[in-house]
């Protein structure tokens, strides 16, 4: 045997001791990614959820509940000028913006033919006295006759048959001379309309006032009738007492009252607030649905999709400024105000139910216990008796922050206006609620939530596109 033959070579086995290390070493790195994720999936999984919110504290401060409503202004007395009579417009001294006074000539109508009808009838008077006395002096020669055939047939000196003629005579005589009385009356009463009706082609200013619109001209024809409005042709107006009226939904009318001051925004006038009193409310409803020619064929149709409004009139008090009819006008009316009591801003005010679930998640689980109930599909009726269990289980409430959590906290809530809203009981003065942001506080946020305050955006410069 051959003894080099045998011994082992130097660094035969080196390349097999670097394989095992680096099996080694792979199997290590394996192991500590798998170590990672896991720790990292941990403490994701257990990781505190941080909410960015904005703050505001409770203050002491008068709260005013409003009603806002939009409509139009106008004059509070506007009379609509209407002619009683047909025929041609010959003069209408007064442009839309004049001023008339009471009494003065603002309309009159061809009279031509009304002033025949007049001379007519004037003739037909005399023509009915004139057969008036004719009757007279039938009755009286009728009478003389009656008188002398008496005496003679009391000495039985006439026929019975002639004096029944004489009576009859008397009689006929008397009854013609009635007709004839009536006839002059009537006469007289149709000469009485027609001085009426040509009295009525000349139309008088019925007021102090403006003339706010003319709707015609000289020369135009229009129509009337004694029975129906005519042909309108202008409006007279007390420009210096104006009004807004306004429509006001039938849930918010029970709040207003006559004499409630209101503050009027009018889009002429985009700077500047103007002061209101209500003086009338109205007592029947306004329905605003399907107008026009097809709207009778929609009525029942449509009659769920009506808004019912109530027209409701402010007297704007400030009168320094003349106003046009017609102009867009927004009022809040100011139907409460109770004064220092603790708001906050309305946003925080919301509703949980049991757990501090929301509206939704209330709704979704009162569906699906009823649905476990019945043992099959909701019903209509049955998914209405589980939103009415989920409202009545509701309670507004908002959430105080305290250091790095929030509390929700119930609340008896008052009136509010634009930006607050009173808390009667549950948050007192000073107490840091939470006011932002709209999902946070409506959806995100539970008792005991963590939270970090957001800070403020930057405001955007001016000169910024």
């Known amino acids: 045997m051959n003894p080099a033959a045998s011994a082992p070579v130097p660094g035969a086995s080196l390349p097999k001791k670097k394989s095992k290390l680096k099996k080694r070493l792979l199997i290590g790195a394996v192991v500590l990614v798998a170590v990672l994720v896991g720790v990292s999936w941990y403490k994701s999984k257990h990781k505190v959820k941080d909410y960015a919110v904005t703050t505001e504290k409770a203050v002491v401060r008068t709260v005013t509940q409003t009603v806002t409503a939009t409509g139009k202004i106008q004059p509070e007395i506007e009379v609509k000028i209407s002619p009683e009579v047909y025929g041609e417009i010959t003069q209408m001294p007064f442009r839309e913006g004049a001023h008339v006074k009471k009494g003065e000539l603002i309309v009159k109508i061809k009279p ?69 009385l009536s006839n002059v009356e009537q006469a007289e009463g149709l000469l009485s309309q027609a001085r009426d009706a040509l009295s009525k082609t000349v139309i008088y200013a019925p007021m102090d006032g403006t003339v706010s619109s003319r ?50 925004s009018i889009d002429a006038y985009p700077d500047r607030k103007f002061n209101g009193i209500v003086r009338e409310i109205g007592s029947s409803a306004k329905n605003s649905g399907a107008s026009g020619s097809g709207a009778s064929t929609q009525a029942s149709a449509s009659s769920t999709q009506e808004v019912t409004n ?33 708001v906050v801003p309305i946003q925080s005010v919301t509703v949980r139910g049991e757990g501090g679930l929301t509206a939704d998640a209330m709704q979704k689980k009162e569906a699906k216990q009823s649905q476990e109930r019945s043992g099959n599909e909701l ?44 808390i009667k009981s549950g948050v007192k003065a000073g107490d840091e609620v939470v006011s932002g942001t709209y999902a946070a506080i409506s959806r995100k946020l539970k008792d005991g939530a963590v939270v970090h305050i957001e800070p403020p955006k930057p405001e955007k410069d001016d000169d910024e596109n």
């Open 112 to 180: 031509d033919l009304y002033q025949a009808q007049v001379d007519q009838q004037t003739a037909a008077v005399a023509s009915a006295r004139a057969a008036a006395t004719t009757a007279q002096a039938k009755v009286e020669k009728a009478q003389s006759d009656m008188k002398q055939y008496e005496d003679l047939y009391r000495r039985k000196l006439v026929s019975d048959a002639d004096y029944i003629t004489y009576k009859t005579n008397l009689d006929a005589a008397r009854a013609e001379h009635q007709s004839a």
């Open 215 to 264: 709707t015609s001209e000289v020369g135009e024809r229009v129509v009337a009738t004694g029975q129906f409005t005519g042909t309108e042709i202008m409006r007279v107006a007390d420009l210096g007492s104006m009004e807004v009226q306004v429509d006001v939904n039938e849930n918010d009318v029970p709040n207003v009252k006559v004499g409630d001051h209101a503050l009027i």
């Open 310 to 342: 109530f027209l409701v009139k402010i007297r704007v008090a400030d009168r320094d400024v003349q106003l046009k009819p017609g102009m867009s006008a927004t009022a809040d009316i100011e139907t409460k105000t109770v004064p220092n009591v603790v």
């Open 379 to 422: 019903s209509v009726e049955s998914e209405k008796d589980a939103a009415r269990r989920a409202h009545e289980t509701l309670q507004r409430v908002v959430f105080i922050r305290t250091d790095k959590t929030v509390k929700m906290q119930p609340v008896e809530t008052g009136i509010a206006d634009n930006t607050w809203i009173e």
